[in-house]
Every structure is written in structure tokens, then in C-alpha cells.
């Protein structure tokens, strides 16, 4: 069974930073493309980066570009996200895909930035 | 970047009739390796997102066969064909190439 389990949200002043993680079991992380997705609170979806299979691309919305960094370690089936300069804006429930076009999703972690 | 236009965007439903949501893509989905990557996706009340379609009108294994998709170019439809009240939440389409984008979402209520 595909399971993804993010984890790291919580509160952080903007400005501020903070690491999601995304932990994938029941297939070959290795073999798939991952992505992001984040959810602002009662609002639609947003595609934020995805990343190659080997880690060799990464692509990102213009939006966080320069702030924040998608990385990934197969031998530990897990993904990251490394978010930088937070912003209000970037207030939301981030999750973690398998596959650009998002096949399977993980529960989602909320992160809050606010003083 | 390709904008993705959902009409409706509330679309209150009798159980049991059909019901179809719109969306348009601002330029062709066509890409060049003569695939057209449009998703959509489910969102029940306080669950993550689900796919249902992928590649305009492949179901995800494991949803009824009440749920269809079709369109090509621009102009494509996901349609219920009687709406059952597991059905209620938010639909999104969502373009797959880089950068990808989704529609506004499509709010779903049985009336």
C-alpha cells in the first residue's frame, strides 16, 4: 500500500524558516517523480515543485522560487522541502505527492507563519 | 503559464441525476509527444486530494465508473453520472506540464 506521511509543520514568524519531510513507503521512491502541492486555508490547490526521480531536476512555482528547495534521499524513501523567507501568503497545508501528476497523497502538514 | 478556468464553480446536485463541471485551459494541453495531460482530482471535507482521471478520460483504479472524463484541446469535462452523497466535495482539474496548474475548484453539494 502507497502510504506518504509529511511532517515538520507548525508555527514560524515570517522570515523565518522551516523543513517538511515526506516519508514514502509501499513502492520504489527511487522510480518516481515527487511533488508538492500546498493548500492555503479555505482555498484551492496549488502546485508548489516537484523533482526527478535521481534528484537531477527540480522545478518550482515562480512564487517561491529562490526561497524554497525540494531535495530528496532515496535510501530513506524521503522527501524535503526547505522553505526560507517565509511569507503570510506562504500560510498552508503543504502536501506531498507521488508522481508529477500526483497519483497518490499524503495527509498533509500545516505550517503557519504569522507573529 | 496555463490558466485553468472551472465553471461551475458551485454546482448543487439532486442524488441519483447526473452532473458535469467545465474547465478550459487558457492554450492546448497537446504536448509534444501527442499526449494531453489534464487530471482531476477529488477532495471530500477535511480529506486530502484524490485522483480520479488522469490523461483526460483514464479512471484511477478503484473509482466508479460513474465518473467520466473527456475533452481534447482546450475544453475538457468531468461528468458524474448519478450523484451519490460520497460524491460531495471539491473538484479540481489540474494541466500537467511544467508549470503545473490547477482550476479553482468545482463545490459539490447534494441539494
Known amino acids: 500500500e502507497v502510504q506518504l506521511v509529511e511532517s515538520g509543520g507548525g508555527l514560524v514568524q515570517p522570515g523565518g524558516s522551516l523543513r517538511l519531510s515526506c516519508a514514502a513507503s509501499g513502492f520504489t521512491f527511487s522510480s518516481y517523480w515527487m511533488t508538492w502541492v500546498r493548500q492555503a486555508p479555505g482555498k484551492g490547490l496549488e502546485w508548489v515543485a516537484n523533482?526527478?526521480?535521481?534528484?537531477?531536476?527540480?522545478c518550482y512555482v515562480d512564487s517561491v522560487k529562490g526561497r524554497f528547495s525540494t531535495s530528496r534521499d532515496n535510501g530513506k524513501n524521503s522527501l524535503y522541502l526547505q522553505m526560507n523567507s517565509l511569507r503570510a501568503e506562504d500560510t498552508a497545508v503543504y502536501y506531498c505527492?507521488?508522481?508529477?501528476?500526483?497519483?497518490?497523497w499524503g495527509q498533509g502538514t500545516l505550517v503557519t507563519v504569522s507573529s | 503559464d496555463v490558466v485553468m478556468t472551472q465553471s461551475p464553480l458551485s454546482l448543487p446536485v439532486t442524488l441519483g441525476q447526473p452532473a458535469s463541471i467545465s474547465c478550459r485551459s487558457s492554450?492546448?494541453?497537446?504536448?509534444?509527444?501527442?499526449?494531453?495531460?489534464l487530471n482531476w482530482f477529488q477532495q471530500r471535507p477535511g480529506q486530502s486530494p484524490r485522483r480520479l482521471i488522469f490523461k483526460v478520460s483514464t479512471r484511477d483504479p478503484g473509482v466508479p465508473d460513474r465518473f467520466s472524463g473527456s475533452g481534447s484541446g482546450t475544453d475538457f469535462t468531468l461528468k458524474i453520472s448519478r450523484v451519490e452523497a460520497e460524491d460531495v466535495g471539491v473538484y479540481y482539474c489540474?494541466?500537467?506540464?511544467?508549470?503545473?496548474?490547477f482550476g479553482q475548484g468545482t463545490k459539490l453539494e447534494i441539494k
Open positions: 492554450q492546448s494541453l497537446v504536448t509534444s509527444d501527442g499526449n494531453t495531460y
Open positions: 523533482i526527478k526521480e535521481d534528484g537531477s531536476e527540480k
Open positions: 489540474m494541466q500537467g506540464t511544467h508549470p503545473y496548474t
Open positions: 505527492a507521488r508522481s508529477n501528476w500526483a497519483d497518490y
